[in-house]
DNA sequence: AACACCCAAATTATACAAAGTCAATGATAG
DNA sequence: CTATCATTGACTTTGTATAATTTGGGTGTT
């Protein structure tokens, strides 16, 4: 019937234009590029990222139950602020969770999990410049400890965060001194762990997120 | 144009039915009408609520969000099976959050809010069989101390897990003794909070949780 | 200032097209 | 003859488009 719109105009259904809407829309919300407290409009969304406004509203659903955005019927959703409440009420949770999940390693510890956290963490060492490196092996080391812990749940509770505080810390980088205490950080808990000292390795785990909290904070209060 | 679909044949946009389709699915997961496992089919459960397959979709996603259903790509959606791992994940997260929630009310309680506790624990005490209004009061009890907590995420997370834990509880009822337990628990917490006394709160809170834990898993395995 | 009205945007319904999944069927090699 | 692998087709999800309708906020009038 309709040969109005030619096959030229009509957007052609993209197959997998998808490796997560949502997160690239994260991605934007954490890095600013959608600043905190503008009006999410879907058909502008749509736009944005070139899909339809089906997709949007469903990466908008997903984004509401992880906190990202606010939706409110019929108007549009809202970026949730990612301020310095929000960054101690992240760390809080992550300060309680991360020392249950590294007793688990503790007695669970294998021998090639050891070994491939030490080569991560002398990989550590000498990544100086690029802190999108540095965060992704920082990441890898803290995930060989926890990626066998059996709570499901609260191993996606330290991811989600986890994405949140990289993403921030990529406008806000690191500081050389930080990186050094760090690196010690890292030291001892591998040696917490050698020695199947469960309290130790947990002491240490939560310094160690206090220490990256309070240097977050003292980035975003200088740096903004 | 085409006036080929009358009136009587087209659905009529039912224009404000919605308080919450995914809070609906979410009642079904947890009571069991959608069974663990099963696949859920986006044509299915549109004619199972009545509503097109676009809203099915983006609750489906806000319920992949909260952990209910596990979504993949281009495959049906599957419902989260809720078994004892599950529960035993969920009170670990929850023996963390609580006392760390407590503390704060511990500092924080006003004169106003204690009565209220009192009060509502009086009620309590005489609620004998109604599984329902034991569970809306409990929370009510409970919800009294962290409501005004600053960590909104970390009341989020304590929030959605009691949902869970009441559905489920709902199927595997409370037992009497359970209940005599529970009640000399609050007014422990009631005392510590009014001692001041934050290391004993959190203590008592820690133990009422696991006591719920246990207490639930034991439901579970005879009831089931 | 109170009120009615209008408009922009969301919400829902519906239809259709493209692409992935799965299983059954059939062909082929051993 | 049997086991393995490729093809096919039904079913389902994912995406696009558009119409009908509600809602909430802003505007203008009295």
Redesign the interface.
């Known amino acids: 019937m309709s040969e109005v719109l030619a096959s030229s105009e009509r957007k052609v259904f993209r197959p997998?234009p998808?490796m997560g809407l949502a997160e690239l829309m994260r991605d934007d919300i954490v890095s600013g590029a959608l600043p905190a407290g503008s009006l999410l409009k879907t058909i502008e969304l749509s736009k944005r990222y070139g899909v339809s406004t089906?997709p949007i509203?469903?990466?908008l659903?997903?984004?509401?139950?992880?906190?990202f955005v606010v939706l409110s019927r019929n108007r549009s959703a809202q970026v949730r602020s990612l301020d310095e409440?929000?960054v101690?009420?992240?760390f809080?949770?992550r300060t309680?969770?991360e020392p249950?999940l590294i007793r688990v390693f503790v007695e669970q510890a294998r021998k090639d999990d050891l070994d491939r956290a030490r080569e991560v963490q002398q990989r550590l060492e000498v990544t100086q410049g690029d802190q999108v490196e540095w965060d992704k092996l920082d990441e890898e080391f803290h995930g060989i400890m926890y990626k066998r812990h059996?709570?499901?749940?609260?191993r996606?509770?330290r991811q989600r965060h986890g994405e949140v505080v990289r993403a921030l810390a990529r406008r806000y980088p690191i500081s050389s001194a930080r990186r050094a205490t760090v690196l010690k950080d890292h030291w001892e808990i591998i040696e917490a762990v050698e020695a199947h000292d469960a309290d130790r390795a947990a002491q240490v785990v939560e310094r160690h997120a206090r220490g990256a909290e309070r240097h977050l904070l003292l980035r975003m209060r200088e740096g903004a």
């Open positions: 997998r998808r089906n509203r469903e990466a659903h997903q984004l509401s139950g992880e906190g409440t929000f101690r009420n992240i809080d949770i309680l969770i249950y059996f709570n499901g749940e609260a996606a509770i």
